[in-house]
């Protein structure tokens, strides 16, 4: 099966933009999705699709995607978005694949 | 209101069964497929197992396929993982995660619970 690849950790300076990024094979052909979790709660999706956000998700949180490369831009970081991100997409028409998540400091 | 719910979580010993169960309320459960996703304490997502709206077509990852067997039950608004052949590796908080649809676009997880743990000791 394939594999989604993150950067284990990265930080952003407060008010400033930061990409997280997810490469895998499955992303030529599938969409990814991204989500948000915060300690001791469940995920929560930011991003699905081409670049679309659910209601409660404010318009600073972006995707985009690039051959085998999805990115998702968090533009003007508050605290809040200090949390843990992952992607997933699916791997083939079924299953599907999460890649190992992005720990985001916001300093 | 709009949620799932996990339950049956627990301690259980190398080799036993447990069943967990997802269930669904506000929302026309027939019309959804359901996911569950794993998290080992202090690790990442791990996705698990999908049913589909029409409970047929039902897919696993490699770890459990032959162990863990997903349904569901319409008449209960509830989906069910029974797992059998439990290991150490199992130990996890088990999501179970809606598979929505929005302007034509579908994703896992518009709606998920809060978890439910499972325990497998060494």
């Known amino acids: 099966s394939s594999e989604l690849t993150q950067d284990p950790a990265v930080s952003v300076a407060l008010g400033q933009a930061v990409s997280i990024t997810c490469q895998g094979d499955?992303?030529?052909?599938?969409?990814a999705t991204w989500y948000q979790q915060k300690p001791g709660q469940a995920p929560i999706v930011v991003i699905y699709?081409?670049?679309n956000r659910p209601s409660e998700i404010p318009d600073r949180f972006s995707g985009s995607r690039s051959g085998s490369t999805a990115s998702l831009t968090i533009t003007g970081a508050l605290a809040e978005d200090e949390a843990d991100y992952y992607c997933?997409?699916?791997?083939?028409?079924?299953?599907?694949?999460f890649g190992g998540g992005t720990r985001l400091t916001v300093l | 209101q709009v949620q799932v719910v996990e339950s049956g979580g627990g301690v259980v010993q190398p080799g036993r069964s447990l069943r967990l169960s997802c269930a669904a309320s506000g929302f026309t459960f027939s019309n959804f497929g359901f996911h569950w996703v794993r998290q080992a304490p202090g690790k990442g997502l791990e996705w698990v197992a999908v049913i589909w709206y029409n409970g047929i077509n039902k897919y696993y990852t490699d770890s459990v396929r032959g162990r863990f067997t997903v349904s569901r039950d319409n008449s209960k608004n509830t989906v069910f993982l029974q797992m059998n052949s439990l290991r150490v590796e199992d130990t996890a908080v088990y999501f179970c995660?809606?598979?929505?649809?929005?302007?034509?676009?579908?994703?896992?997880?518009?709606?998920w619970g809060p978890g439910t743990l499972v325990t497998v000791p060494s």
């Open positions: 699709g081409k670049n």
């Open positions: 995660a809606r598979d929505g649809c929005s302007g034509g676009t579908c994703y896992l997880g518009d709606l």
């Open positions: 997933n997409s699916r791997d083939n028409s079924a299953t599907v694949i």
């Open positions: 499955s992303l030529r052909t599938y969409y």
